[in-house]
């Protein structure tokens, strides 16, 4: 069974730029979820999809950040403009449904420096 | 809102030595409990989760956790570690949506 994509595996850009990320989940699984991993610190989440509808986006900067996930099936995140301390690793995680004791898979993660 | 504490940043053990990592949780509703662990280069990977049932669960590579509802406690326990258990630790708690994390744990075992 195919894991979690996510590409790119590394980014840099400058202050003020933009960038997008992409998330392929596990065949079948209809929850997909968006994490920022700050070094130090454990995941946090940023979104979560249910298909194609959003669940959960209470900690999503919205003033620069969004995300969707069109056919419910593979999902982009972006960022426009990045500030310094978007700086992270950005997790993309699926499972077969929401929260509860379902596991979730994770994906390599997408490693954002912004200088 | 939810919360997950892990008190022990950065723990070194030789080999064979015992381990255990505490995790507390702060949510009076449903509890699922889980820990993840990422070895150095890999992804995020699940080593254990306790949803209901037995307190004490067990996962993979050896590891336990019990989960004791009274201390808001779900501690990570192995009789003796390996240098390949080397990693990031982290509890993980979720209610009907995604999940806390706590801050993790670093483990170095040196051989």
């Known amino acids: 069974e195919a894991g979690v994509a996510q590409s790119p595996r590394y980014k840099i850009i400058e202050k003020r730029q933009s960038v997008a990320f992409w998330c392929n989940p596990i065949s079948g699984h209809a929850t997909l979820y968006w994490y920022q991993q700050i070094l130090g610190q454990g995941p946090k989440l940023l979104i979560q999809?249910?298909?194609?509808?959003?669940?959960?986006d209470s900690q999503l900067p919205k003033d620069r950040f969004s995300a969707e996930r069109l056919k419910g099936v593979d999902s982009t995140l972006k960022i426009q403009p990045a500030k310094l301390e978007d700086s992270a690793v950005y997790l993309c995680a699926s499972s077969l449904s929401g929260g509860g004791p379902n596991e979730q898979f994770f994906g390599p993660g997408t490693r954002l420096t912004v200088l | 809102a939810q919360s997950v504490s892990q008190h022990n940043h950065h723990v070194i053990l030789s080999e064979a030595a015992s381990l255990e990592l505490g995790c507390n949780y702060s949510y009076g509703g449903t509890v699922n409990l889980f820990w993840y662990v990422q070895y150095p280069g890999q992804h995020l990977q699940l080593l254990l989760k306790?949803?209901?049932?037995?307190?004490l669960v067990k996962g993979i590579k050896g590891f336990e956790a019990e989960f004791i509802k009274s201390k808001f406690s779900f501690n990570l326990r192995k009789p003796s570690v390996q240098w390949s258990d080397t990693a990031e630790y982290f509890c993980a708690h979720t209610g009907r949506r995604a999940l806390t994390f706590g801050s993790g744990t670093r483990l170095q075992v040196q051989p």
């Open positions: 306790y949803f209901s049932g037995d307190p």
């Open positions: 999809f249910q298909n194609n509808g959003v669940v959960d």
